[in-house]
């Protein structure tokens, strides 16, 4: 079992950077793919970006490729996203999940299944 933990979200101005990070308590966090979704106002959560338990894989959905990246440091067992030029519409809270993987080389990709949940951290990009 893990537990996760989201934070570093905040208020952006439109076009700026923001990383928030998802911190996993447990001694078997790269055991895990990693994903991160989020629910803007309104709207059902979806699918962000995901990256395998050993990092060498990720996978990003079409309305963030080339500015948001994902990526994981097992020694410290966090999974980041950078965030950049943001836009008014990425205005959601972000939430990471995890699932368990048998291979360091799998990946859940956008519909796997991840048992494990943070809380949640709020993102808000001005216009």
């Known amino acids: 079992q893990v537990q996760l933990v989201e934070f570093g979200g905040g208020l952006v101005q439109a076009g700026g950077s923001l990383r928030i990070s998802c911190a996993a308590a447990g001694r078997t966090f790269s055991l895990y793919a990693i994903a991160w979704f989020h629910q803007g106002p309104g709207r059902v959560r979806v699918f962000v970006a995901c990256?395998?338990?050993?990092?060498?894989?990720?996978d990003d959905a079409e309305s963030v490729k080339g500015r948001f990246t994902i990526y994981r440091d097992n020694a410290k067992n966090t999974v980041y996203l950078q965030m950049s030029s943001l836009k008014p519409e990425d205005t959601a809270i972000y939430y990471c999940?995890?699932?368990?993987?048998?291979?360091?080389?799998?990946?859940?990709?956008?519909?796997?299944?991840?048992?494990?949940w943070g809380q949640g951290t709020q993102v808000t990009v001005s216009s």
């Open positions: 999940a995890a699932g368990y993987t048998e291979k360091n080389d799998d990946s859940l990709g956008p519909s796997g299944r991840y048992a494990y």
């Open positions: 990256i395998n338990r050993c990092g060498g894989s990720t």
